[in-house]
């Protein structure tokens, strides 16, 4: 099964950006649909962008226009640019394989993810 590993996460003050890796060993991305999640302490996990192999992007309503979602297919990485941040925005992150650009349902394993804390 494939393992998703996150990186970038960290602590920034409201209004900051950061910028989240998301790798698979012996996976290339390209191939597949491809989404970010987070899940806020006592929070249900929550879909937040998805990626389809041929480009095509969707957004939460609450991270549209503040988070962009690419993907690097020669290092192949997919990244996720958190800009704008606020509170609300802390969470751990993680990235998996998905069914579904809007629906941007899960269907990869879990990896550790990374977690995101937004605070003055």
């Known amino acids: 099964q494939v393992q998703f590993v996150e990186s970038g996460g960290g602590l920034v003050q409201p209004g900051g950006s950061l910028r989240l890796s998301c790798t698979a060993s012996g996976f290339v991305l390209e191939n597949y649909d491809l989404g970010w999640f987070r899940q806020a302490p006592g929070k249900e996990r929550e879909g937040v962008s998805a990626i389809t192999s041929d480009g095509r992007v969707n957004y939460s309503d609450s991270v549209k226009d503040r988070f962009i979602i690419f993907r690097d297919d020669a290092e192949n990485t997919l990244y996720l640019q958190l800009n704008s941040l606020n509170p609300e925005d802390t969470a751990m992150y993680y990235c998996?394989?998905?069914?579904?650009?809007?629906?941007?349902?899960?269907?990869?394993?879990w990896g550790p993810g990374t977690q995101v804390t937004v605070s003055s």
């Open positions: 998996s394989e998905v069914l579904g650009l809007r629906s941007m349902r899960p269907i990869g394993s």
